[in-house]
């Protein structure tokens, strides 16, 4: 099983080593010594503690969709010619680009600063494992 150092639990969890050390000092997280001695947590533990403690934005569009994956963000950049458009957005830690129609960027109102939510339906998506080969 995979287990995972205080700092970089931290940073999953996008907080202070600090406040995982208090975690695990309340009881919310276990901890164990790693290889190296040092602190760490098991990742499945992390991994469903990670899941418990997601917060996200409520979506304001208040649609019904099969999408899945919506992340509520602030738009940060549009970058708009006559026909296409880039907007990009900060959803959390996580940046999100998508590109469009500039009539679409028009329509929706999109400008840095807006909340918007960014949508994604797909079948490919990639995921990495660092450190494995298939």
């Not at 947590?41 to 969709?65: N, T």
């Not at 807006?114 to 494995?132: D, F, H, Q």
């Amino acid at each position: 099983m995979a287990h995972i150092r205080i700092s970089d639990a931290a940073r999953f969890l996008g907080v202070s080593d600090d406040t995982v050390r208090r975690w695990v000092s309340s009881g919310a997280l276990t901890s164990v010594p790693d290889a190296g001695g040092r602190m760490a947590i098991a990742g499945k533990e992390l991994a469903a503690f990670a899941q418990d403690q997601a917060r996200s934005m409520a979506d304001p569009s208040g649609a019904a969709s099969s999408a899945r994956n919506r992340f509520v963000g602030l738009v940060t950049a549009v970058k708009a010619d006559t026909v296409m458009a880039q907007v990009e957005m900060q959803c959390g830690p996580f940046r999100v680009v998508s590109l469009m129609s500039s009539e679409a960027v028009d329509e929706l109102g999109l400008e840095p600063g807006s909340v918007a939510v960014a949508v994604i339906k797909s079948t490919n998506v990639i995921i990495e494992s660092p450190g494995t080969s298939a």
